[in-house]
């Protein structure tokens, strides 16, 4: 059995015969790792300092003052989505409403972009099916609807 780079040493246990193990050494002759044996922990290479350091008590002042801070941007967070959610409902869909026959050919999108072009078409179908009580997109020819217009 020859493996490259290791030496032979016998171990003579009492009252048996000797048993070769192993003794792998690098080339430059500094023994190495055999393969599958764990790798030796050394530490790591960061100094730590040894001098003596107390505990910081948080002063009650620091405390309040966190707590305050966090208060204010928990506030401005939801002044910022209300106000978001204000721009959004603002142009969804105009107020002004009318009666309108569905064309031929004719579904709720196409319907919405003709009696309300230029707002999101989405937001003027939600209205549509609301204002009518639609429970699908499905519409007949001639049919009379109430939509907002704009």
């Given at each position: 059995m020859a493996m490259e780079g290791a030496h032979m040493t016998a171990v003579i246990d009492a009252g048996r015969r000797p048993v070769r193990t192993p003794v792998y050494r690098s080339r430059a002759g500094m023994r190495?790792?055999?393969?599958?044996?764990a790798v030796a922990y050394?530490?790591?290479?960061?100094?730590?300092?040894?001098?003596?350091?107390?505990?910081?008590?948080?002063?009650v002042t620091m405390t309040v003052l966190l707590a305050a801070v966090a208060a204010l941007i928990t506030v401005?967070?939801?002044?910022?989505?209300?106000?978001?959610?204000?721009?959004?409902?603002?142009?969804?869909?105009?107020?002004q409403i009318a009666l309108v026959q569905v064309q031929p050919?004719?579904?709720?999108?196409?319907?919405?972009?003709?009696?309300?072009?230029?707002?999101p078409v989405r937001s003027v179908v939600d209205r549509i099916r609301q204002l009518n009580?639609?429970?699908?997109?499905?519409?007949d020819t001639?049919?009379?609807l109430i939509a907002p217009v704009g």
């Open positions: 190495v790792r055999p393969p599958g044996a050394r530490g790591t290479a960061v100094r730590l300092s040894r001098a003596p350091h107390g505990p910081r008590p948080v002063s401005w967070l939801v002044a910022l989505a209300q106000s978001r959610s204000a721009d959004a409902t603002g142009t969804a869909a105009p107020e050919g004719e579904n709720l999108q196409r319907l919405a972009g003709r009696v309300a072009p230029g707002l009580g639609l429970d699908s997109a499905a519409l001639g049919q009379t």
